[in-house]
């Protein structure tokens, strides 16, 4: 893992722990990993970059504000008006602030790993409609995957653009690009059935299934990143968008993103933010094991990259999250 608190300009914890690559398989019969001889693991440093999984999500929202700041994207506005080809979207009318904060009514996820080419992939999109109430929430990857296609097509621009573009070159965030990316930390030995595709053990290439049949460039995940670029991009919206002479949003659309329920961040979460929570703090968690956290009420920030799943995924544990937002809440109150 690698941790990274910051609280003002300050940087004040950088530190990283255990390896980035220690498995070369996953024993299903010992239910235990296929250690490396000692000399070819490699070690977790703190700058090694992680797969973000659904850190992804953050950085999709981000992009999307900035259309709304720009006036070429409503917030309230139906998906229809931009994507009338995504049918079902458009006959229960979906919204953009919808897709945002996760209140569409869609499932959590498609099994696009197991289409046969982009075109089926492309139409199960558009012939899904939502399975839920409009306006209740529930947690899913389709909202980015949507949000995505809305941004391309009003932009004319691939999502990776215009992340690039828009926020990681301004920044200076070198190492926050979409895979691969070789010297990433190793993720899973992915295979069914615990996976849904047999990939083998993955390094550098994007853990995510769905991501991964999309080509590594996803709404919802696909993006590699520093524990330092990341405190970049949580410095940035502490200070309302700005950071040294680049500015990625204004400070009302920062408070936008960040005002509850939040769009695309999570607001208060405790079962990942510990003590953090409670006082306006919003983030996001991955699958892989990562996890970020603002806290505006004591202007800090918490990154925490993990490959949690290497060699294999198991049941999902945030206590560790828990355990050191609220240490950093301790740290500051």
């Known amino acids: 893992m690698v941790l990274a608190v910051g609280r003002g300009p300050y940087l004040a914890v950088e530190e990283a722990a255990g390896w980035a690559v220690r498995y070369s398989a996953y024993d299903e019969e010992k239910d235990s990993g296929v250690e490396l001889p000692p000399d070819s693991r490699i070690p977790m440093t703190t700058s090694t970059p992680c797969d973000l999984a659904s850190l992804t999500k953050l950085f999709t929202s981000v992009a999307a504000v900035q259309q709304i700041e720009r006036g070429t994207l409503g917030i309230d506005a139906r998906v229809g008006a931009y994507l009338p080809?995504?049918?079902a979207a458009s006959r229960h009318d979906v919204t953009v602030r919808q897709l945002l904060t996760h209140t569409s009514g869609l499932r959590p996820e498609l099994p696009l790993y197991d289409c046969a080419d982009d075109a089926e992939r492309l139409e199960l999109l558009r012939a899904e409609p939502p399975i839920g109430v409009p306006g209740t929430y529930c947690y899913s990857d389709l909202n980015l995957l949507l949000l995505q296609h809305v941004l391309e097509r009003i932009t004319g621009r691939t999502l990776d653009v215009l992340i690039h573009d828009g926020i990681t070159r301004p920044l200076g965030m070198t190492a926050t690009h979409f895979g691969p990316c070789p010297a990433a930390a190793a993720t899973e030995d992915q295979r069914r059935p615990w996976a849904k595709a047999d990939r083998g053990m993955l390094r550098g290439i994007v853990h995510d299934e769905n991501a991964w049949s999309l080509g590594g460039v996803a709404g919802h995940a696909g993006l590699f990143s520093t524990a330092r670029d990341l405190a970049v991009f949580c410095r940035t919206l502490l200070s309302g968008g700005s950071h040294g002479p680049a500015r990625i949003l204004g400070p009302d659309f920062v408070d936008l993103l960040l005002t509850p329920p939040g769009l695309g961040f999570a607001i208060d979460q405790p079962w990942f933010m510990g003590e953090l929570s409670g006082r306006g703090a919003a983030g996001h968690t991955g699958f892989t094991g990562?996890?970020?956290?603002?806290?505006?009420?004591?202007?800090?920030?918490?990154?925490?990259?993990?490959?949690?799943?290497?060699?294999?995924?198991?049941?999902?544990?945030?206590?560790?999250?828990?355990?050191a937002g609220t240490r950093v809440a301790r740290a500051v109150r």
């Open 85 to 87: 080809d995504f049918r």
């Open 290 to 323: 990562t996890s970020l956290v603002l806290d505006p009420a004591t202007d800090t920030f918490l990154v925490l990259l993990a490959n949690t799943v290497h060699p294999r995924r198991r049941g999902a544990d945030s206590r560790p999250r828990a355990r």
